[in-house]
C-alpha cells in the first residue's frame, strides 16, 4: 500500500487567498484524522471523520477552515480566506477503527506558508 | 480527562549509549499507548503500541517501550543509540471511550552524537 498521500507537500501563498489541501487515506481504513503542527502549539487535532462522517470539528480553528470527505478514498481541508498565521505543516491521518488497537498512519504533510 | 506528558524538550545521548525518552499518561479507562517517531520533514511513523499483556513492548529499529502501571509511565528505550536515531519522538495515549481521540505529548527531541 502506499500509505496516506497528500497534496501539495509545499504551498506558498499570499493573504487572503484560498487554500485547499488534500488527502487520500489507506484503502480501507475507516476514520480519517487532520492534524496542524506548529513549533508554538505542536500537534494539534482539527477534525476527524468516521466512514465518510465529520465526528469531532471541536479543532477547528475558525470558521475560515473546512473540512470534507466525499467518500472513503478523498478528503480536503480549506482554508478561506488565508492568514499568515495559518502558516503550519497540516497532516492527514487515517486508521481502522475496529477496536482500540489500531495505529494512526500520517502522511508526509503539507507546508503552508502564507505571506 | 486523557493526557500525555513528555517531561523533557530535549535528550542528548552518545552514539552507543543506552537512550530513555519519558512518558506519562492520564486516563481514567485502560491506557492504550504508542509511540511515533518524525524525522525532519516527514510525517509521523508509528514506532510500537501498548495494548494488553507483557509489559515490555518491542517495536522497529530496536526500540522498545515499559509500561509501568503504578506509575502510569511508558518510556521509550534502546540499548545502543544510533546517530540516526535523531528525531523527534510522541508519545500518544488512546481514549478507551473514544477511540477515535488519540492524546499526543508535546514531543522530545532526541539528539545521538557520534
Known amino acids: 500500500d502506499a500509505g496516506v498521500i497528500q497534496s501539495p507537500r509545499h504551498e506558498v501563498t499570499e493573504m487572503g487567498q484560498e487554500v485547499t489541501l488534500r488527502c487520500k487515506p489507506i484503502s480501507g481504513h475507516n476514520s480519517l484524522f487532520w492534524y496542524r503542527q506548529t513549533m508554538m502549539r505542536g500537534l494539534e487535532l482539527l477534525i476527524y471523520f468516521n466512514n465518510n462522517v465529520p465526528i469531532d470539528d471541536s479543532g477547528m480553528p475558525e470558521d475560515r477552515f473546512s473540512a470534507k470527505m466525499p467518500n472513503a478514498s478523498f478528503s480536503t481541508l480549506k482554508i478561506q480566506p488565508s492568514e499568515p498565521r495559518d502558516s503550519a505543516v497540516y497532516f492527514c491521518?487515517?486508521?481502522?477503527?475496529?477496536?482500540?488497537?489500531?495505529?494512526?498512519?500520517f502522511g508526509e504533510g503539507s507546508r503552508l506558508t502564507v505571506l | 480527562a486523557q493526557s500525555v506528558a513528555q517531561p523533557e524538550d530535549q535528550v542528548n545521548v552518545a552514539e552507543g549509549n543506552p537512550l530513555t525518552v519519558k512518558c506519562t499518561y492520564s486516563v481514567s479507562g485502560n491506557p492504550y499507548l504508542f509511540w511515533y517517531v518524525q524525522y525532519p520533514n516527514r510525517g509521523l511513523q508509528f514506532l510500537l503500541k501498548y495494548i494488553t499483556g507483557d509489559n515490555l513492548v518491542k517495536g522497529s529499529y530496536g526500540f522498545e517501550a515499559e509500561f509501568n502501571k503504578n506509575q502510569t509511565s511508558f518510556h521509550l528505550k534502546k540499548p545502543s543509540a544510533l546517530v540516526s536515531d535523531s528525531a523527534l519522538y510522541f508519545c500518544?495515549?488512546?481514549?478507551?471511550?473514544?477511540?477515535?481521540?488519540?492524546?499526543f505529548g508535546s514531543g522530545t527531541k532526541l539528539n545521538v552524537k557520534p
Open positions: 491521518a487515517s486508521s481502522l477503527v475496529l477496536a482500540h488497537t489500531g495505529e494512526l498512519f
Open positions: 500518544a495515549v488512546r481514549d478507551e471511550y473514544n477511540f477515535n481521540k488519540f492524546y
